[in-house]
């Protein structure tokens, strides 16, 4: 398996812009998890999923934050409008329900200027 | 609220030395613990955990240690080697969720 795949790598865009963040989980795994990393706060859970269900979002920072998963293979995190607070590294996270490990993505370093 | 908290930013062991990253958390219903590895744009890697039943898990150079009565655990990395250098994260799980919670990690600098 290729592991947990996110895209851009990087993006960078302007304040008030709309971001679409991608990430396709592990075949299999039934848990998806969306974290960011930022110097201040170290790594924070916003969202996770149980078989393409929203579980927990009370970590999500705002409305205008969102997060979909239409299929077991694909999910997707929206900021829109983009602040410059917003700048970050977001992580995709996924896990099977027998395991606790979770398996990060590369992460998709967002800069919004 | 920081559950888990890794209070040391930064450390710089020399190579061949023993390296001790520290973790404390807050919550009780934490049962079972997570060290994770980080390189540069990379995403984190899962390194060794432990259960709250026990109070040491060993692989190879790796060492947890965890002390429920103060809620503390520790990394210990015998002996250190340069590719060690890289940023650690501690995690804590509950039976009651299935999320992670991490600490802000400590960066570790191996120096030869």
């Known amino acids: 398996d290729a592991g947990v795949i996110q895209s851009p790598r990087h993006e960078v865009t302007e304040m008030g812009q709309e971001v679409t963040l991608r990430c396709k989980p592990i075949s299999g795994h039934d848990y998806l998890f969306w974290y960011r990393q930022t110097m201040m706060r170290g790594l924070e859970l916003l969202i996770y999923?149980?078989?393409?269900?929203?579980?927990?979002d009370s970590g999500m920072p705002e409305d205008r934050f969102s997060a979909k998963m239409p299929n077991a293979s694909f999910s997707t995190l929206k900021i829109q409008p983009s602040e410059p607070r917003d700048s970050a590294v977001y992580f995709c996270a996924s896990s099977s329900d027998r395991d606790e490990k979770l398996f990060f993505g590369s992460g998709t370093q967002l800069s919004v200027l | 609220d920081q559950q888990v908290k890794q209070n040391s930013p930064s450390l710089s062991v020399q190579e061949g030395r023993i390296s001790i990253l520290n973790c404390d958390y807050t919550?009780?219903?934490?049962?079972?613990f997570l060290w994770y590895k980080k390189y540069p744009a990379e995403g984190p890697t899962f390194l060794i955990s432990?259960?709250?039943?026990?109070d040491k898990n060993e692989d190879g150079r790796f060492t947890v240690f965890l002390n429920k009565s103060a809620k503390h655990l520790s990394l210990h990395i015998v002996p250190s080697q340069p590719g060690d250098s890289a940023v650690y994260f501690c995690a804590g799980d509950s039976n009651s969720g299935y999320a992670l919670n991490f600490g802000k990690g400590t960066s570790l600098l191996v120096t030869p």
């Open positions: 432990i259960s709250s039943i026990k």
């Open positions: 999923f149980n078989n393409n269900v929203p579980i927990d």
């Open positions: 919550n009780s219903m934490f049962d079972y």
